[in-house]
T-cell receptor
Framework: DTGVSQDPRHKITKRGQNVTFRCDPI?????LYWYRQTLGQGPEFLTY????????KSRLLSDRFSAERPKGSFSTLEIQRTEQGDSAMYLC??????????????FGPGTRLTVL | TQLLEQSPQFLSIQEGENLTVYCNSS?????LQWYRQEPGEGPVLLVT?????EVKKLKRLTFQFGDARKDSSLHITAAQPGDTGLYLC????????????FGKGTKLSVKP
C-alpha cells in the first residue's frame, strides 16, 4: 500500500487554459474526496465519490470544474478556462466506507496550481 | 453552516515547553480528526476521536474530544523541533456524507 498519490505535484498555467489533475487512491478505498486549500486556510471540500458515483458537490465547484472517477478507481479533476483565483493546492483523499466504523480520510501530497 | 474555530492561529515556543491547541464549534460532530501538515504536502492523519469525552494519547500528544462532541484539544508535552508544522482539526458533521470541515489550522514553531 503506497498511500494516495497525485499527479502532477506542481502545475503552472496561463489564465484561460484548461488543466487536469489525477488522483490514485489507496487501492481498497471506495470513497474519494477532492479538497482545495488556499494560503492560510484549511482545506475546503469540493466533491466526493462513492465508487464511480459522484454523490456530493460543494457550491465552491463552479461550472468550470468537473470531476470523474471512471471504474471507481483513479479520479481526475479538470478546471476549464482557469482564473487566477483558482490558484491553490488541490488535495485528494480516500477512505474505506464500512458499516459501523468511522470514515477516516487519508490525504495525498496535493497538486499546487499556479495560474499566471 | 458548520464552522470549526482553531486557536491560537500561531504559536512559537522553545523546545521542552508544553502547549495546547483548541478546536471549537457550536455544532455537534460525529467524529473529529487531527492532522499535521508540512509546507507543500498534504495533511497527515494523527488521530480520530469519536466518543464524547474520549482521550487518546500518541506518545507526547494527547487528544481530547469534548463531552458534547463540539470541541477538541491537542496537548503536546515537552515539544521538540520536529513537532513544528501546521496542525489542523477536521470534523465530520452528524448526518453528513463524510466530507470534512476543517479549521484554519494552528501554525506551530518549536525553536531549539
Amino acid at each position: 500500500d503506497t498511500g494516495v498519490s497525485q499527479d502532477p505535484r506542481h502545475k503552472i498555467t496561463k489564465r484561460g487554459q484548461n488543466v487536469t489533475f489525477r488522483c490514485d487512491p489507496i487501492s481498497e478505498h471506495n470513497r474519494l474526496y477532492w479538497y482545495r486549500q488556499t494560503l492560510g486556510q484549511g482545506p475546503e471540500f469540493l466533491t466526493y465519490f462513492q465508487n464511480e458515483a459522484q454523490l456530493e458537490k460543494s457550491r465552491l465547484l463552479s461550472d468550470r470544474f468537473s470531476a470523474e472517477r471512471p471504474k471507481g478507481s483513479f479520479s481526475t479533476l479538470e478546471i476549464q478556462r482557469t482564473e487566477q483565483g483558482d490558484s491553490a493546492m488541490y488535495l485528494c483523499a480516500s477512505s474505506l466506507d464500512s458499516w459501523g466504523s468511522t470514515d477516516t480520510q487519508y490525504f495525498g501530497p496535493g497538486t499546487r496550481l499556479t495560474v499566471l | 453552516t458548520q464552522l470549526l474555530e482553531q486557536s491560537p492561529q500561531f504559536l512559537s515556543i522553545q523546545e521542552g515547553e508544553n502547549l495546547t491547541v483548541y478546536c471549537n464549534s457550536s455544532s455537534v460532530f460525529s467524529s473529529l480528526q487531527w492532522y499535521r501538515q508540512e509546507p507543500g504536502e498534504g495533511p497527515v492523519l494523527l488521530v480520530t476521536v469519536v466518543t464524547g469525552g474520549e482521550v487518546k494519547k500518541l506518545k507526547r500528544l494527547t487528544f481530547q474530544f469534548g463531552d458534547a462532541r463540539k470541541d477538541s484539544s491537542l496537548h503536546i508535552t515537552a515539544a521538540q523541533p520536529g513537532d513544528t508544522g501546521l496542525y489542523l482539526c477536521a470534523g465530520e458533521g452528524v448526518g453528513s456524507q463524510g466530507n470534512l470541515i476543517f479549521g484554519k489550522g494552528t501554525k506551530l514553531s518549536v525553536k531549539p
